[in-house]
């Protein structure tokens, strides 16, 4: 009963502090954020203007390409699929918090995406169905092999491009992948790889856009070697 009552007591404490709540909880990544996003998350986000110019420039980078749907992976509360082509284009986010896709129902009201509560590393949708598959501050929290299995998935269901907004510093939960040279190792074009300037520090932010080879063969996990900035 003791150890009961020290352990809520201590988890109430953490939670007063969204860092340290990441730093003790993120070793569940789904499970924190089940509980981390929705209203309180999109409130702390808003206020960071350098997200919302990172956001707009991933926008009109992407509406540079010619597509007609777009999924976005982690798509969070909505924020970067508000910033995408809608007149005609299929936009889908997925996330695998409620939470987050829940406050982004509410941001969009009638004119919301199809939104889908997925896990990344296994898409519910068939094979080459989108002409952009997007990550946004995904692929970097993640470990090695699930990592691997997030991008497989993404060229799977991808008949055009893959984009990854993803900084290349490593941190408690951040890995510092090279998505460029990861791409480049495994033969497919990059047309595009820059840094943001609206970041705090563009030198570790990371935007690429991948064109996908045709014919495609399909790529299995093992088969993407992730490269570390």
């Known amino acids: 009963m003791v150890a009961k009552i020290l352990r809520k007591a201590f988890y109430k404490i953490v939670g007063l502090n969204p860092l340290v709540d990441r730093f003790v909880r993120y070793r569940k990544p789904r499970e924190y954020w089940q509980k981390r996003g929705g209203e309180g998350y999109f409130q702390e986000q808003e206020v960071v203007y350098d997200r919302t110019l990172r956001s707009q420039f991933i926008g009109e980078e992407i509406n540079k390409l010619f597509y007609q749907s777009l999924l976005e992976i982690g798509c969070g509360y909505g924020k970067q699929l508000q910033n995408f082509n809608c007149n005609g284009v299929f936009l889908v986010g997925c996330d695998f918090s409620r939470p987050q896709l829940l406050k982004a129902k509410a941001l969009f009201n009638e004119k919301a995406p ?21 990550s946004s501050a995904v692929i970097l929290h993640n470990q090695y092999a699930k990592a691997q299995k997030i991008i497989s998935e993404m060229i799977r269901v991808s008949r055009k491009y893959i984009v990854h907004n993803e900084d290349t510093d490593i941190t408690f939960s951040r890995y510092g992948y090279d998505l460029r040279k990861t791409y480049e190792k495994m033969n497919f074009k ?17 935007f690429s856009i991948i064109e996908l080879p045709a014919p495609q063969q399909k790529i299995k996990p093992e088969d993407i070697l992730l490269q570390f900035h």
């Open 190 to 206: 990059i047309l595009k790889s820059i840094s943001i300037p609206s970041a705090p520090d563009p030198s570790i932010t990371q």
């Open 114 to 134: 199809k939104l889908i509560e997925a896990d990344a590393e296994t898409l519910p949708f068939q094979d080459k169905v989108f002409d952009v598959v997007l």
